[in-house]
């Protein structure tokens, strides 16, 4: 079992020396840090969309593309975040050091899922159907935010001089 500990043993260190060597040296790093800035202002616009049409009535068409572009861009950056897991951790998904986070993010694509579902089957309106969208961007937003906070423990540990 890799030593998970920072050099002074109090806190849990995200990778070891020789994973954080593969997530430095692999493509899928660059891919994820160039997806996941994208999916974050896909997000954004959608979100302003969807209130958009939330308030006004106006704009269904616009908000429902939006909501797609941002569901492909999540798909895309699941998909190459499990290969970025299996490169650095040996495993697709569930690596100890993003084991909530990857909890997290099946709701977030079970909700976004569940509207795709929504809207082509038409079992729900347009407003149900904003409704299942916004709880499908709460959720991104939580999800975004652990990935976030990892991040920025990752790089206080580098700073720190411990294998983040």
């Known amino acids: 079992m890799p030593n998970r500990r920072d050099s002074t043993g109090d806190r849990p260190a995200l990778y070891t020396p020789e994973e954080r060597a593969r997530r430095d040296a692999s493509v899928w790093t660059l891919v994820q840090g160039v997806l996941a800035p994208l999916q974050f202002l896909a997000f954004l616009i959608s979100l302003a969309l969807v209130l958009r049409y939330l308030a006004t009535g106006e704009g269904y068409w616009a908000a429902t593309v939006s909501i797609l572009v941002k569901t492909a861009f999540l798909y895309v950056i699941m998909v190459t975040g499990a290969i970025w897991e299996k490169v650095v951790f040996g495993q697709y998904l569930f690596a100890p050091a993003f084991f909530w986070e990857d909890v997290f993010s099946f709701a977030v694509i079970a909700l976004h899922t569940a509207y795709l579902w929504a809207l082509l089957a038409g079992s729900v309106g347009p407003s149900g159907q904003m409704a299942l969208a916004l709880a499908a961007y709460a959720a991104y937003a ?13 790089r206080l540990q580098g700073a720190a001089g411990v294998p983040a």
């Open 142 to 154: 939580i999800n975004a935010t652990q990935f976030l906070l990892k991040l920025r423990a990752a």
